[in-house]
């Protein structure tokens, strides 16, 4: 597999996952609640994945993760361009100087 369609794997991955703790976990609050709980509610997908693109469910949880942390850093990125050119501290006068 290609470095390409491993991405784009990567994608469908967080993507199907994704939708589904949508689905299984909606109404709960992630930060009060256990990563096991989270874990395991999501395990019949992540099972689901395995098999059908012949890996293993540890491999599915590392490449969602790994997509996930990339996902999270163009959030970011867009967030912050849309921000402005502030320092570090958010300083809203160093913005106005453009």
């Known amino acids: 597999m290609d470095k390409e ?18 689905e299984v976990l909606n109404g709960i609050d992630p930060q009060k609640t256990q990563i096991s709980f989270q874990l395991e509610k ?12 012949e ?9 969602y993760m790994d997509h996930a942390s ?6 970011e990125k867009k967030f912050q361009s849309t921000m402005g050119n502030m320092n570090s501290y958010g300083d809203y006068m160093e913005f106005e100087k453009f």
């Open 5 to 22: 369609e491993f991405k784009k794997q990567n994608r469908y991955i967080y993507e199907k996952v994704s939708t589904y703790a949508d």
């Open 42 to 53: 999501l395990k019949p997908m992540m099972e689901t994945l395995a098999i059908e693109l």
């Open 55 to 63: 890996t293993t469910v540890e491999d599915i949880f590392i490449r």
């Open 70 to 75: 990339v996902v999270s850093v163009g959030e």
